[in-house]
């Protein structure tokens, strides 16, 4: 630039005036290239910050994907080992997978060798099964047969039951010289009636009306409420027999039918005889021809001493029934209402169990014996006293009638 001013100098005016001109527009070329190259550094400073800012994210990044990198090179190497042990395992499962397809095959061959085996076994139970169903189907049939047979016997017996009846009931009073009565002389028509001792004995024949005996007691029970038709007859006795098959009994359980007016009894063709028989005696024996006078006289002696004690019993009995109901009152309204209620609870809690008749026989007197003095010497033993005679005395005593105004 110094060189350029001297060189100018050394010119003339008009010649420096344009060398000015020039230099100053070398000044302002210099001024604007001076800017760009200051906005270019401005710029390139920038960058240069941008870059410094860029690298050191990528350094952070780079710092962050060598993290990363170490995890992936640690989990590789993890994978690796599980990968050497699944190999390992793969190779014994191999080896088991060899081994088990040996055996499957052996097993096959084996199967194979038992299948052609059931096959011969099938073959032959089949052929004994089908001898068996065979032999089954001709037992069943024949059971049938006979079941049908069974049924047409039992059928016929059935129906023929009540001339069955009939005759044997006449071949027995013809046996044992006992009139039988055709015609009776009062209303319905009874199967068989016989005439002992002035009195009309009727003989009904009951028999199911089909195969099922399921409805046969509860027929039986209807029929016993029917025959009070033969009962209110004039000269009739109030008992009345149905003779039955002897092969429904194991559908009865109940045999005697005691009603109000008359009782009816349930009997087999078997047992008509010894009724009858037991009835013959009734006919052989006139109370009031044949008995002599000492014998009326024990007979009305028992008799009274039965209606005595009975009379006695009831008298006692209201007595103590009173006296129970007296105390009963006491202790509803004089007990405490503690006690009261623990005493009910107590009298909820009892159960009186008097002992049931559950056998079909007469008890024998011995027995009731024992029991009295088994009674009477536990009660001697708690100081009761039990002298009948003094007993006897004091309710002796009491009178048993009212007084007569």
């Known amino acids: 630039m110094k060189r350029l001013f001297d060189t100018l100098h050394n010119l003339g005016f ?15 070329d210099a001024n604007a290239e001076l800017l760009v190259v200051q906005s270019n550094l401005e710029r390139l400073t920038e960058e240069k910050e941008h870059l410094k800012s860029s690298l050191t994210e990528l350094s952070g990044k780079l710092q962050f994907s060598e993290s990363m990198l170490s995890d992936r090179q640690n989990r590789i190497n993890e994978l ?9 395992k793969n190779d014994r499962f191999s080896r088991e997978h060899e081994e088990d397809l040996a055996l499957i095959t052996q097993y096959e061959t084996l199967e194979e060798s038992r299948r052609i085996e059931h ?14 169903q065979t032999k089954q189907k001709d037992e069943e049939e024949k059971k049938h047969q006979a079941e049908i047979d069974r049924i047409a016997r039992q059928a016929s017996t059935w129906s023929d039951h009540e001339e069955l009846v009939k005759q044997h009931i006449k071949n027995l009073c013809s046996k044992h010289t006992i009139q039988y009565i055709d015609k009776v002389p009062f209303k319905g028509e009874p199967d068989n009636t016989l005439e002992i001792a002035g009195e009309f004995i009727i003989f009904d024949a009951k028999s199911p009306r089909g195969d099922d005996l399921t409805h046969f007691p509860s027929y039986i029970k209807e029929q016993t409420e029917k025959a009070k038709k033969y009962a ?4 009739v ?12 009994l194991e559908t009865l359980h109940t045999f005697v039918y005691p009603l109000a007016d008359y009782e009816v009894f349930i009997i087999t063709l078997d047992a008509l005889e010894p009724v009858i028989l037991s009835l013959r005696k009734i006919e052989d024996y006139d109370f009031a021809d044949q008995m002599n006078p000492e014998d009326r006289e024990n007979i009305c002696r028992v008799l009274g001493k039965f209606a005595h004690l009975s009379k006695r019993r009831i008298q006692i009995d209201t007595y103590f029934i009173n006296q129970f109901m007296e105390l009963a009152y006491k202790a509803e309204s004089e007990l405490p209402p503690d006690i009261l209620e623990k005493v009910m609870e107590f009298e909820k809690a009892e159960k009186l169990n008097p002992p049931q008749e559950k056998r079909a026989k007469a008890i024998p007197l011995t027995e009731l014996q024992k029991v009295t003095e088994k009674l009477k010497s536990d009660a001697l033993h708690k100081g009761i006293m039990v002298e009948e005679e003094k007993i006897s005395d004091g309710l002796n005593k009491l009178p048993l009638y009212k007084t007569m105004e």
């Open 237 to 248: 006795k109030k008992w009345i027999f149905f003779v039955v098959p002897s092969n429904t």
């Open 80 to 88: 690796n080992s599980d990968i050497r042990l699944l190999n390992e």
């Open 14 to 28: 008009w010649k420096r005036l344009f060398g000015w001109q020039k230099i100053r527009n070398l000044i302002l």
């Open 232 to 235: 209110r007859e004039e000269n």
């Open 119 to 132: 096959f011969k076994h099938t073959a032959t139970l089949k052929e004994i099964q089908d001898n068996i």
